[in-house]
């Protein structure tokens, strides 16, 4: 591997770690805002839907899953395979 192509793939496993954390952060927020202002959520989505109170938490919490694997699917893996093709080209390199 080059020290171009290696240059490439670092600035790429950085970019995805900050978007992992980033995702993650997010995550965390999302989920206390709802620990915390579940009523008012409740209320102020229930009287714009016309949803009762648990189906609001229900689509809530189905939300953060779904957001949860995207975010680890579409940060997640690219850094952890970015980061063992740097690991195996380093030892790769050392024989």
Known sequence: MTEDMRSVLETLFK???YALYMGIAILFLWLVVILLGGE???KFHGSMFGLPPHEI?????M?????????????????LAIKIVLRQN?????N
């Open 90 to 94: 380093k030892t790769a390199s050392k």
């Open 40 to 42: 008012a959520i409740r």
């Open 15 to 17: 970019l995805f770690l």
């Open 57 to 61: 938490m229900y689509i809530n919490y």
């Open 63 to 79: 939300l953060l899953g779904a957001t949860k694997v995207a975010v680890l699917l579409l940060f997640g893996c690219p850094c």
